[in-house]
């Protein structure tokens, strides 16, 4: 039962992704307090989505590793309806959701940074989280 590098690469990215998220809700900006916090930004919905998509491969390849060769039809049955849920989460919402917010997210910024992301941010966000967000805000 070894793992395959794809199988800690999926841990390290859900990880991060967790990492993310908690120092995002360390930083205080007046943008969290205001009707819907967090939840009105697309790209912070995307992180969601994206965390939730990794746990759920983190869990199908833990799934796939304890019930391999047990030859119970009832775990394969499961197994089988985790990785159509899999698939489906990322069919339907990971990827589209993903490259659309990636793909307006630098279009704005290379047309105009002040628009979705005010120098007044920097103060405020590490270069790391920012980059590993790609969090739009909008202007205070």
């Known amino acids: 039962m070894a793992l395959v590098p794809c199988q800690v690469l999926r841990v390290a ?40 998509f990794f746990g759920i491969c983190v869990l199908t390849d833990l799934s796939t590793l304890l019930t391999r060769d047990s030859g119970n039809q009832e775990q394969e049955r499961q197994l089988k309806k985790l990785i159509s849920l899999r698939d489906w989460t990322l069919a339907v919402l990971a990827f589209p959701v993903g490259v659309f917010v990636v793909v307006v997210f630098w279009t704005i910024y290379a047309y105009d940074r002040e628009m979705i992301y ?21 202007k205070q």
């Open 13 to 52: 990215i859900l990880l991060s992704y967790c990492s993310i998220l908690c120092n995002y809700k360390a930083i205080e900006m007046p943008s969290h307090q205001t009707y819907g916090g967090s939840w009105k930004f697309l790209t912070f919905i995307d992180l969601v989505i994206q965390a939730v």
């Open 118 to 138: 005010p120098k007044l941010l920097d103060n405020f966000i590490p270069g790391w989280l920012n980059h590993g967000m790609l969090r739009s805000w909008e």
